[in-house]
């Protein structure tokens, strides 16, 4: 898997056409809309209908957007974090191109929603790389294992009480025989 850099994502994003748009709903669910879209200045542009989308970006705009692809080398993603809000400008929707922007859907889109990116990452994957292992079944009370140096303490053990001695009242403290080890 390689990492790759912001310029190699944002050329990616320039080639592609469709992607995902992921919101959060009123209710705080998760939502993920297919959306046609625009690269332009560092910025996504989607054309909308008046639909749920508009409504979720008013309430919470911070989304995610994400984008991937293949060549016969390479299947690619790219993920933008950001915020979303509705252009209200003539200028900005002139300017960045998103008129042209056709829709795969047959509503029409009258909107247009910016979403400004915070994080651009991507990754790539050789093609001829991919792999089908066997799942296996995840253990839910699997834990971590303690470090080599520290020995596993079980829940619910408790310690070795530490013994207490009630203090002496007497005038005589104890002295060790200081003779024993001679």
């Known amino acids: 898997m390689e990492h790759l850099t912001a310029s190699v994502c944002w050329a990616y994003l320039q080639e592609a056409q469709l992607g995902r748009l992921a919101v959060i709903n009123a ?98 994957f050789p093609a001829r790389a991919a792999r089908s292992d066997p799942p296996v079944a995840f253990e839910a009370d699997a834990v971590p294992a303690p470090p080599p140096d520290q020995a596993p303490q079980v829940r619910g053990e408790r310690p070795e009480p530490i013994a207490h001695f009630a203090p002496r009242t007497d005038a005589n403290p104890v002295v060790p025989d200081q003779g024993a080890d001679r």
């Open 27 to 124: 209710d705080g669910a998760p939502d993920v809309f297919p959306v046609n879209y625009l690269a332009y200045e560092g910025s996504l542009f989607i054309r909308t209908a008046r639909d749920p989308k508009l409504l979720h970006i008013a309430q919470h705009p911070l989304v995610a957007f994400e984008v991937d692809g293949a060549t016969e080398d390479v299947f690619w993603s790219v993920v933008i974090r950001g915020r979303a809000d509705r252009v209200t400008r003539d200028d900005e929707i002139r300017d960045s191109g998103v008129r042209g922007l056709a829709s795969w859907s047959p509503t029409a889109k009258f909107f247009v929603i910016k979403i400004v990116a915070h994080t651009v990452t991507g990754r790539r």
